[in-house]
């Protein structure tokens, strides 16, 4: 079984920066494709970020193009959030996720049901 296994979350103020980090079991950061997905207290979830596993493509959401970067290094099989300019909209709890196969796209943060492995999320509060 897959294991993905975020960290990185916590309080900060509006403006400042985090790092999520999503260490996974085998070589999956490298293999297949991954996503940060988050959710919001009461809202549905929302695709934030994915990573194609061979050219390294990257997708972002509208409210985090800009703000957001997603990396990986497959050496260590760790999965990367960077966050910067924090809003209090992007508080929610962030879950790190793979799709169970090497073909990505944009299309899976518009439908994070794709995404078939999940972390067990880490919560990111701004204020």
């Known amino acids: 079984d897959v294991q993905l296994v975020e960290s990185g979350g916590g309080s900060v103020q509006a403006g400042g920066s985090l790092r999520l980090s999503c260490a996974s079991s085998?070589?999956?950061?490298?293999?297949?494709?991954m996503g940060w997905v988050r959710q919001a207290s009461g809202k549905e979830r929302e695709g934030v970020a994915a990573?194609?596993?061979?050219?390294?493509?990257?997708w972002y959401g509208d409210s985090v193009k800009g703000r957001f970067t997603i990396s990986r290094d497959n050496a260590k099989n760790t999965l990367y959030l960077q966050m910067n300019s924090l809003k209090p909209e992007d508080t929610a709890v962030y879950y790190c996720?793979?799709?169970?196969?090497?073909?990505?796209?944009?299309?899976?943060?518009?439908?994070?049901?794709?995404?078939?492995?999940w972390g067990q999320g880490t919560q990111v509060t701004v204020s």
């Open positions: 085998g070589s999956i950061v490298s293999t297949v494709c």
């Open positions: 996720a793979a799709v169970a196969s090497t073909y990505c796209s944009g299309s899976y943060l518009l439908a994070p049901r794709n995404f078939r492995d």
């Open positions: 990573i194609s596993p061979g050219t390294g493509r990257r």
